[in-house]
């Protein structure tokens, strides 16, 4: 229902069909030249096979875009990142950005409601000899973390974070996930800058589902600002990704 | 040799501005009798000398160039700025609004600003040349990926102020060290005391005039391969790919170079008939060339991210 109000209402701007774009920058020619310029020449070929995927696909909204997938893999590198969570898969793009950093022994728990998306992009992520790092759980992610965070070994036990999911739910989650990352470890939060509608006056014409979550994402931002556990930096790539780094 | 008066009246002199490139024998307007003598009497003092004026003429335009440049820029920008709440320092809005950036700054960056950072950037937002300096969001990001990488010895290439310096310093632990230059020291010890007073001034080595030599004379000793965690350029961007052809020995393997203004106001992808500001015209060429450049360097994986003006993270991997 969202994408298709979204494509139906977006106008037709020339070459620019990036698959999961959200525009935050001040022109899409802009956004284009990154890509242009920086991602796509280095952007590695089980992940162009998977971004082209994905394009097929109705909501392929949903989807990390490839600037945000080259930032990922290379924020897992540079951290030494070993042990994750992601938490929303949709075909696996993140997924595979983050498997494709870890080393081989690297292990991520991913969770979806979803499976069958996530099945769409397995085989890549085989092709590619990363699936073995990846352990997939169908479902909503609260359970989950709640059993997790019954057990105290597992307090303190991942690296990386990543949260790209339901927006009501993100300080749900963040209560269970600032206890299991490890002190010093990141949790990232996907979408804090909701397509710059986290600014737009009162009147706007929003889609439902951009307003729905907006307050969501307005209280999550508030919310992470002052918790003295982390500190944070958002970051205006993708459509907003919020770094949270656990202090204590 | 023959000292003349003449040299010294060019050397300081404000003179009109005649455009275009100034004849270096200039000086004959200003010739005495006992000029001549000396000239005709020691001509190879002469050569030198005549080399050695056209060398300070030279880094004094340059000076001069600069400054006038600096100065237009934030004249026009004072010309254009909105009658809104919008007067960061060091902003250059790549994103869609003034009011998104302006939401960011003040949810996430405002709030955790550390108190030197702040006292550091309302002391330069003083400045003339405040538009020079590191964005308060590209502050906090640089001081998170410090923390992230553990980085400990490493490297600023301009500095103005300090405030990405600043930045630096409070998050590499106590003995990490910053190798800092900058062809200006006065700017550098308008920010210092604010530095010193937050207790981390001990971890800077600042050493004045152009980068080129020092690096050249590290990359001279092998030991000083790979020696650095984390690099971040923030310079003259016409000399960025010199500075690349060092640094990336410099830095170890896994480390990080980090070149800021690449997105250059966005003006990479400004179509050829745009209205844009000299300075940004003549730069923009060395940054395209750059990003072109950095983007098939197999020894780097880069990452081009839209923070402040554009910074390009550079991760050496062999």
Not at chain 1, 26 to 51: C, F, G, H, N, W
Request: aromatic share 8%; with cysteine; hydrophobic share 40%.
């Amino acid at each position: 229902m969202a994408t298709n109000t979204t494509q139906e209402q977006q106008p037709a701007a020339g070459r620019h069909q990036e698959v999961g774009h959200k525009s935050l920058l001040q022109s899409d020619a802009l956004y284009q030249y990154i890509l242009e310029t920086s991602v796509y020449p280095m952007e590695p070929e089980p992940m162009k096979e998977l971004r082209e995927l994905t394009a097929k696909h109705p909501w392929n909204l949903m989807t990390t875009s490839a600037d945000e997938g080259q930032f990922l893999n290379m924020l897992l590198k540079l951290i030494n990142a070993k042990n994750t969570m992601e938490i929303g898969v949709y075909t696996g793009y993140s997924l595979l950005a983050t498997a494709l950093a870890l080393p081989d022994d690297g292990k991520i728990l991913a969770m979806d409601i979803n499976r069958e998306n996530y099945e769409l992009g397995l085989p890549v992520i085989r092709k590619a000899g990363v699936a073995h790092k990846i352990e997939f759980k169908e479902g909503p992610a609260m359970p989950v973390l709640d059993k997790l965070v019954e057990d105290e070994k597992n307090h303190g036990s991942y690296d990386f974070i990543f949260v790209d999911a339901d927006k009501d739910n993100y300080l749900n989650y963040h209560k269970r996930l600032i206890e299991l990352v490890k002190v010093g470890g990141l949790i990232g939060y996907d979408n804090t800058l909701w397509n710059g509608s986290v600014v737009a006056p009162p009147d706007a014409p929003l889609r439902k589902y951009v307003r729905y979550y907006r307050d969501f994402v307005l209280e999550l931002n508030k919310a992470l600002a002052v918790d003295p556990r982390i500190e944070i930096c958002m970051l205006p790539v993708g459509d907003g990704i919020t770094l949270c780094r656990r202090v204590k | 040799m023959g000292p003349s008066p003449a040299f010294d009246q060019f050397g300081t002199s404000p003179t009109p501005d005649r455009g275009g490139k100034r004849s270096n024998l200039d000086f004959r307007l200003h010739i005495t009798p006992l000029h001549f003598f000396f000239q005709l009497r020691f001509p190879i003092q002469r050569k030198l000398k005549l080399a050695q004026v056209h060398k300070q003429r030279k880094a004094k335009r340059k000076k001069l160039f600069i400054s006038r440049v600096l100065a237009m820029a934030t004249n026009t920008q004072e010309q254009q700025s909105q009658a809104g709440r919008h007067q960061e320092v060091g902003h250059k809005s790549l994103l869609q609004s003034d009011a998104l950036y302006q939401y960011i700054l003040e949810t996430s960056v405002y709030p955790r600003e550390p108190e030197p950072m702040k006292e550091l950037r309302e002391l330069t937002a003083k400045h003339p040349w405040n538009l020079m300096t590191t964005s308060a969001d590209e502050g906090q990001f640089l001081n998170m990926l410090l923390k992230l990488i553990n980085a400990k010895n490493t490297m600023e290439i301009g500095v103005y102020t300090g405030y990405s310096l600043l930045a630096t310093a409070l998050a590499i632990p106590d003995d990490g060290k910053i190798l800092a230059m900058d062809v200006n020291r006065e700017n550098y010890e308008l920010g210092l005391p604010v530095i010193q007073k937050a207790g981390v001034a001990h971890k800077i080595d600042f050493k004045e005039g152009p980068a080129l030599p020092v690096l050249d004379q590290l990359v001279e000793d092998e030991k000083n391969h790979g020696s650095f965690d984390f690099i971040f350029v923030d310079a003259d961007k016409d000399n960025y790919l010199n500075y690349h052809k060092r640094l990336i020995e410099l830095v170890k393997v896994g480390g990080l170079i980090g070149y800021d203004n690449t997105l250059w106001n966005g003006s990479v992808v400004a179509p050829p008939d745009a209205p844009l500001r000299k300075y940004v015209r003549y730069y923009r060429d060395f940054v395209m060339e750059l990003n072109k450049a950095l983007a098939v360097d197999p020894r780097i994986e880069i990452c081009m991210l839209p923070v402040g003006d554009g910074i390009t993270l550079c991760r050496r991997v062999k």
